[in-house]
């Protein structure tokens, strides 16, 4: 599966880079697949691997805030295995035909 996931911390001002730094941290200790953009991380693998690191990711923001949103998506496929790289790489090649 691949989950695109964002936490924020709450309560703690407006600079919030730090914290979100701690929770990236978290995921790419992981070991698994994963990218971070200016909105979301995304993470890839089994059910119970990416959501323990969403957990964990949580709870590093929680480390330092005392609230934390969270906003997930996620797209389940059983059996299918980096299709966080295949995904973009279709499309490259669907742009690159014009």
Same mark, same amino acid.
């Given at each position: 599966?691949? @989950?695109?996931?964002?936490?924020?911390?709450?309560?703690?001002?407006?600079?919030?880079?730090?914290?979100?730094?701690?929770?990236?941290?978290?995921?790419?200790?992981?070991?698994?697949?994963?990218?971070?953009?200016?909105?979301?991380?995304?993470?890839?693998?089994?059910?119970?691997?990416v959501?323990?690191?969403?957990k964990?990711?949580?709870?590093? @923001?929680?480390?330092?805030?005392?609230?934390?949103s969270?906003?997930?998506?996620?797209?389940?496929?059983?059996?299918?295995?980096?299709?966080?790289?295949?995904?973009?790489?279709?499309?490259?090649?669907?742009?690159?035909?014009?």
């Amino acid at each position: 599966m691949i @989950i695109a996931f964002s936490v924020t911390p709450l309560g703690t001002g407006v600079d919030v880079g730090r914290a979100v730094a701690e929770a990236v941290r978290v995921v790419r200790a992981s070991g698994l697949p994963n990218r971070t953009d200016a909105m979301f991380t995304t993470i890839e693998g089994d059910w119970d691997e990416v959501m323990a690191v969403v957990k964990q990711a949580t709870d590093a @923001i929680l480390a330092v805030a005392p609230r934390c949103s969270l906003v997930l998506k996620a797209d389940i496929r059983p059996g299918v295995l980096d299709a966080m790289t295949a995904k973009v790489e279709k499309v490259e090649r669907y742009l690159a035909e014009g």
